[in-house]
């Protein structure tokens, strides 16, 4: 069983920036695809970005350019910069596992075993 944390969120200003990190234990993420999704209120989870187990990298059109995602597998963590953030950056912030390699399957949400709890992100204009 893997478990997952995620911390780093918060309110801020539009245009603002915040660092999302997503903690896992119990096995180690660098097998895994490792993504980032989030839901806002009345929508439907979404995602935002993917580390995949083979190192490739992929963002939802939405976040490129402003947000990065990044892992250390030293600390077992996956990390999500996010700058320039805008009022409909308004989520929560989910953090998740699949197995192996995902590919393009990324952005869909059954592809994930593991999910943590979720951090709350704020931008007001």
């Known amino acids: 069983q893997m478990q997952l944390v995620e911390s780093g969120g918060g309110s801020v200003q539009s245009g603002g920036s915040l660092r999302l990190s997503c903690a896992a234990s119990?096995?180690?993420?660098?097998?895994?695809?490792m993504g980032w999704f989030r839901q806002a209120p009345g929508k439907e989870r979404e995602g935002v970005a993917s580390?995949?187990?083979?190192?490739?990298?992929r963002y939802a059109d939405f976040v490129k350019g402003r947000f990065t995602i990044s892992q250390d597998n030293a600390k077992n963590t996956l990390y999500l910069q996010m700058t320039s953030l805008k009022p409909e950056d308004t989520a929560v912030y989910f953090c998740?596992?699949?197995?192996?390699?995902?590919?393009?399957?990324?952005?869909?949400?059954?592809?994930?075993?593991?999910w943590g709890q979720g951090t709350q992100v704020t931008v007001s204009s």
């Open positions: 998740a596992a699949g197995s192996g390699r995902l590919g393009f399957s990324w952005i869909f949400r059954y592809q994930y075993t593991y």
């Open positions: 119990g096995y180690s993420i660098s097998s895994y695809c």
């Open positions: 580390f995949d187990s083979d190192g490739t990298i």
